[in-house]
Nanobody, 118 residues
Framework: QVQLVESGGGLVQAGGSLRLSCVAS????????MGWYRQAPGKQRELVAT???????NYVDSVKGRFTITRDNAKSTVYLQMSSLKPEDTAVYYC????????????WGQGTQVTVSS
């Protein structure tokens, strides 16, 4: 089993910044792509950003230039630095990780609330 624990969410004013962290633990051999997703009320969960173990990143267009995803492989931790936050960034943010080589199993964290006030 793999556990993902997020932290760093909260309430911030528009234009502000937050940093989310997600620590993976348990049977994390071959920890692969890690990422952040978000789900706003009444909307589907959407991809925010992903990062491979080698550091290659991918972002949804709406956060490019404002959010930065990084990871510390030694700590099995992924971060999401969010800047210039907008009210439309308000959502529950979920950490995601793929574990395995031939068969990839996807794990999710419990989510952390990010609220951006206007």
């Amino acid at each position: 089993q793999v556990q993902l624990v997020e932290s760093g969410g909260g309430l911030v004013q528009a234009g502000g910044s937050l940093r989310l962290s997600c620590v993976a633990s348990g049977r994390i051999f071959n920890l692969g792509v890690m990422g952040w997703y978000r789900q706003a009320p009444g909307k589907q969960r959407e991809l925010v950003a992903t990062i491979t173990s080698g550091g290659s990143t991918n972002y949804v267009d709406s956060v490019k230039g404002r959010f930065t995803i990084t990871r510390d492989n030694a700590k099995s931790t992924v971060y999401l630095q969010m800047s210039s936050l907008k009210p439309e960034d308000t959502a529950v943010y979920y950490c995601n990780a793929g574990v395995g080589v031939v068969t990839i199993i996807t794990y999710w964290g419990q989510g952390t609330q990010v609220t951006v006030s206007s």
